[in-house]
C-alpha cells in the first residue's frame, strides 16, 4: 500500500504504508539511535511528533513487555527506512507493525530517511504528515494545521500513585516520565510518590520529601508556566532534580531563558563534559529546546556540563540552594549508561541536606 511523507515546505516522498490504516500530522524529527525503537516510540518526550529513524532497519527484535517507557505511546507516526519483515529475539511478544497497529500509530518505510534527515538538519524541523493519497490542498493544509501545545497534560498522570520502598523519600513531579526514572531511583531504594505536572509546592511538602524530581516530557517549556511558582518555592527548601524539560523548567524558574533548535538532539551518541572535572560520558537525549547560555549570567544558575558538539547547556547548579539539573537522561533507556552516576549525586544531595537539617542520615 503506498503512503506519503509530504513536508510542510512541499517536499514529498513515496513509501509504503505499515502500521495503522490513518493519516497523522505531527512535527517531523530524527532520531541516531541505533537500537532501542521501542523505548523512544513509547517515550513522552515524543508526544506529538512523527519519529524518523536514522539506522536503516528497525523493528528487527520486535516488542517486548519490558521495554515500554510509558504504558501508553503518543507519538504521531513512525518513518523508517526498511521495516523488518520478521522479528527475532527471544523477549519478542510482537511485531513492530502489530503494536503499532494496536496504538493507532500510522508508519511509514522505503523512505530514504537519509535524505530527510539531511533536508531536516539544512531547513530545521517542521510540520509534517502522513497520508495515502496527496491531493492539491494537501501541503496548504498541512501549513495551517496549529500542533497542540497541551503535550504535558496529554502525557502526565492525572492522579498521585506510589512506589514504595524504604529509603529516602522522593516526590516525582510527572511532566511525561519515563519509566526508566523511576527504575533507577528505585534501585537506590527511594520511596517513591508521582505526582501530576500541575501539582503545587505545598502539595508536595504535604508528603514530607527528601527531594524533588522533575521529570522530562515533551514539547516547548515555555507551554507550562504553571510549573515555575512550584519550583521556585521547593529550591529554597528541599534539593531539587531536574531532567530534560525538568532542566528547562529549573531554567525558567531562576529567571533564565529557552530556545527551540533548529533539529534537536534526539539520540545517544551525545557527548557532554562536566566544566568542573573534564570528565566525559556518552548520553541519551531527546530534546528540542535548549536553555540559552547567554541568559544565565543575571540568575544564580552555574553551567555545570555542556555538550561537545555544539556547546549545548547539558547541566545547571543553583549557586545558592542544593538544586541542578541534566538536559540529558541519565537514565539512558536506550542508551550508554556512561551519566547513571547523576542519580547516585541526588541521593548523597538528599543525604547531606538530611544531616544538615535534623542531624540525622536516611538509609539509602
Known sequence: MKRYLVLADGTIYQGTGFG????????????TGMSGYQESITDQSYNGEILMFTYPLIGNYGINRDDHESIKPTCKGVVVHEVARRASNWRSEMSLDDYLKQNQIPGITDIDTRAVTKHIREKGAMKATIVDEVLPDTVERLKVTELGTAV?????????????????????????????ILRELAKRNCNLTVLPYNTTASEIMALNPDGVMLTNGPGDPKDVPSALPMIREIEKQIPLFGICLGHQLFALANGANTFKMKFGHRGFNHPVREIATGRIDFTSQNHGYAVDRDSLAATDLMVTHEEINDGTVEGLRHRE????????????????????????????????????????????
Not at 497534560?153 to 519509566?179: I, M, Q, R
Not at 540552594?321 to 538528599?350: K, N
Open 152 to 180: 504535558v497534560a496529554e502525557s502526565s498522570t492525572n492522579n498521585a500513585y506510589p512506589n514504595p520502598s524504604t529509603g529516602p523519600n522522593v516526590v516525582v513531579v510527572d511532566f511525561g516520565l519515563k519509566h526508566s
Open 321 to 364: 540552594y542544593a538544586a541542578f539539573s541534566v538536559q540529558y537522561h541519565p537514565d539512558a533507556a536506550p542508551g550508554p549508561h556512561d551519566a547513571d552516576h547523576i542519580f547516585d549525586e541526588f541521593i548523597e544531595l538528599m543525604a547531606a541536606h538530611q544531616v544538615a537539617r535534623k542531624g540525622s542520615k536516611f538509609n539509602a
Open 20 to 31: 495503522a490504516a490513518k493519516a497523522t500530522v505531527g512535527e517531523l524529527v530524527f532520531n
